[in-house]
């Protein structure tokens, strides 16, 4: 039977791949994990282990005592935070992920996903239309340790047959999950202040594309390369996953349509140059081919869902 573990559980994507993960397969197959001692409300429909997925002796037995068969790892430290935190960014970001590798190295469990991002990609990469296989010299400590993990994790595929998936996420937007500290959270941060009717300060210039994504699509996406017949899965590494592109100056046009008087203003920080480092947009063409990726949602959709659900007094969950 499939026992399936989400470390990083309360983290902005982990709650939601929780939800759907247990929709699925069943509350009781899926154990939310997290280094917190609390357990948000969401999460509290199946089975909870406050595990340090860098405790490597504890990890362990938590993975025994459900008999976990499959782990998603999401813990990690973001760009615009591990910036300010390099060190333990690199260590949280790298350790965890070789500690799950190796229980899959070693056959205590059989599938491993682990997210990769758009900040493996630097200056100096095509920014549009960015291919799979490209010029990659990330600037950022998040960007390095997420280049560093794909290689891995195509070491650890070709030297030790384990099954690990990758996906690269573009920037994720949701209202059931406050933002944790990246510089695509402008994206989330600005439906805030539409519905509070404040003006909203941004920290990115009004024409800085880049590549996103409505969190339904990255939980959809992400379930269905871990679904997919593992001869499908040809890219070891992490594979490109591309979703809406658009700039400040767009999404806040989009919301003005339903929200005629919101103001915005743009005050960009340190975050507009790990920006200007990344892709306006994205080539998922081998997602696609190789286990029928296809997105659903475009700008307006996404305004539309956002403006519905997001509460003035935070996240709604």
Request: glycine share 6%.
């Amino acid at each position: 039977m499939k026992k399936i573990m989400v470390i990083g559980a309360s983290g902005q994507i982990g709650t939601e791949l929780v939800v759907a993960l247990r929709e699925q397969f069943g509350h009781e197959n899926v154990v939310a994990s997290d280094v917190k001692d609390t357990v948000k409300e969401a999460l509290k429909g199946g089975p909870y282990e406050q595990v340090d997925v860098m405790d490597n002796e504890a990890l362990k037995a938590a993975v025994n005592k459900h008999a976990i068969t499959e782990i998603y790892l999401l813990a990690a430290l973001l760009s615009g935070t591990a910036e300010k935190h390099p060190e333990f960014a690199w260590k949280l970001n790298m350790e965890g992920l070789f500690n799950v590798l190796n229980l899959a190295k070693d056959k205590v469990i059989k599938k491993v996903f682990w997210p990769s991002s758009i900040a493996v990609f630097g200056p100096n990469t095509p920014k549009n239309n960015t291919p799979q296989y490209t010029i990659m010299e990330p600037s950022t400590v998040y960007g390095i340790s997420k280049l560093a993990g794909e290689r891995w994790c195509e070491y650890y595929a070709k030297q030790y047959d384990v099954d690990v998936r990758s996906i690269r996420y573009p920037g994720l937007i949701s209202y059931t999950s406050l933002p944790g500290g990246g510089t695509t959270d402008y994206a989330v941060d600005i439906f805030y202040s539409a519905k509070r009717n404040e003006k909203y300060s941004c920290f990115l210039t009004e024409k800085t594309a880049l590549p996103m994504m409505y969190m339904e699509d990255a939980i959809r996406a992400t379930i269905s390369l871990m679904e997919a017949p593992r001869d499908t899965i040809k890219i070891k590494s992490s594979y490109n996953l591309g979703g809406i592109s658009f700039t400040p100056e767009e999404i806040y046009a989009e919301i003005k349509k339903s929200k005629p008087d919101f103001e915005i203003e743009y005050t960009p920080d340190f975050r507009q140059k790990i920006a200007d480092s990344w892709p306006s947009s994205i080539d998922d063409t081998d997602a696609q081919n190789d286990w029928g990726w296809k997105g659903k949602y475009n700008l307006e959709k996404l305004c539309k869902i956002m403006l519905e659900n997001v509460l003035d007094t935070g996240i709604n969950v």
